[in-house]
């Protein structure tokens, strides 16, 4: 029988064994499943584990904030943050293929982390106790979908999965390797994890940087963010955040059209909603929202946003589009 206890339980002691007196550290996102790891190997090996949250500056608004409080509040974890927003940027300037976007940012992130790493290990100077384990809150699906072991053909290239350097210098621990999303949500909860934090939906690890559709730069990021909000705002107030999967906003940055407001024409980037209902976001289908909510986050955007002058709707299941756009 499984029980969200009984999960946790096992697992706890799985990682027990597997670290021994070692030091471990772990990358958090803020999302549910790097912070469902962390939590499940906090309980295992308490203090000997560290965490790290490398701010990529692609992150939606207030969700640094939500990691670096809520999430140490609830749980006690020793967390370093590192903030690599300029490199990030950088590395990203003039990219547009979605691959090759993924590519540098798992990159990045691997380097600001194996940085934050070293630090760490060279402040301890702990022969005895070594920094010997990495931590990954890859589920599943993600194993699957980056084609991990299966002969499955690589969809798409999950930072988490398919990024790591060949001369890792530490060894991974994934302990929800073999769980589906809502087996996670449910070990959490069972863990203490705050229910922000359980009840989020999914954020992929690349963040803003795949649902910018050209380039990632400073102003596209602010636009999107402001839309996100927006929309995220709405959909809590109606009540909706449990009822879907997760809700991508899409900034369309190299795409412009002609609109009016007040007596002007303006020439702007459209948004796209992609809302989704889904099991494990293996497949999905687009949530019908109620019309009155998707008119508000519509005319709150074009009002608010200025450089956003439409909003549009995606209505394709998965398959054939994937949930994300890139
Ligand atoms: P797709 O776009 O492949 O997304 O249908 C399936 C689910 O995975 C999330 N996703 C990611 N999560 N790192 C992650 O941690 C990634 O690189 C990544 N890419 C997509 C996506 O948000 C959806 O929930």
């Known amino acids: 029988d499984w029980t969200p206890e009984a999960m946790a339980d096992q697992l706890v002691e799985q990682v027990r064994e597997q670290v021994g007196s070692a030091r471990a550290i772990c990358g958090l996102s803020g ?9 499940l190997v906090q309980r295992a090996i308490g203090d000997q584990l560290t965490c790290v949250f490398v701010d990529h500056g692609l992150l939606r608004e207030g969700e640094a904030e939500q990691v670096e409080k809520d999430f140490v509040d609830a749980t006690g974890v020793d967390l370093v ?13 003039g990219a547009t293929d979605p691959e090759e976007k993924r590519k540098i940012i798992g ?50 290239s999950h930072h988490n999965v398919g990024g790591l350097p060949d001369d890792l210098q530490f060894s991974l621990i994934e302990p929800l390797r073999t769980l589906f999303k809502d087996e996670v949500r449910q070990v959490g909860l069972e863990l203490g994890v705050p229910e922000g934090i359980v009840w989020r939906q999914p954020f992929p690890g690349p963040g803003l940087g795949i649902r910018i559709i050209g380039e990632v730069t400073r102003d596209n990021l602010a636009i999107l963010r402001r839309a996100d909000a927006i929309a995220r705002e709405e959909l809590t107030a109606a009540g909706l955040d449990r ?21 002007g024409r303006t020439y702007g980037h459209p948004i796209v909603l992609r809302p989704v209902s889904s099991e494990d976001a293996m497949t999905a289908d687009w949530t019908r ?37 890139e």
Do not use: M
């Open 31 to 39: 999302g549910v499943d790097s912070s469902v790891a962390a939590a």
């Open 81 to 93: 943050v590192v903030d690599a927003t300029d490199q990030f940027l950088n590395a990203l300037a």
């Open 243 to 263: 009822d879907i999967w997760q809700c991508p906003v899409v900034l369309l940055a190299n795409v412009r059209s002609v609109g009016v407001q007040g007596d």
């Open 107 to 156: 990159r990045e992130f691997i380097r600001s982390f194996e940085k934050a790493a070293r630090d760490i290990v060279g402040s301890q100077q702990d022969d005895e106790h070594p920094v010997k384990f990495l931590v990954q809150g890859t589920l599943y699906p993600d194993v699957v979908e980056s084609g991990g072991g299966t002969g499955a053909a690589n969809i798409k």
């Open 289 to 325: 929202l109620p019309y009155d909510v998707l008119a508000r986050i519509s005319g709150r955007i074009t009002n608010e946003v200025s450089e956003v002058n439409r909003v549009t709707l995606d209505v394709t299941s998965k398959p054939p589009g994937t949930i994300e756009w």
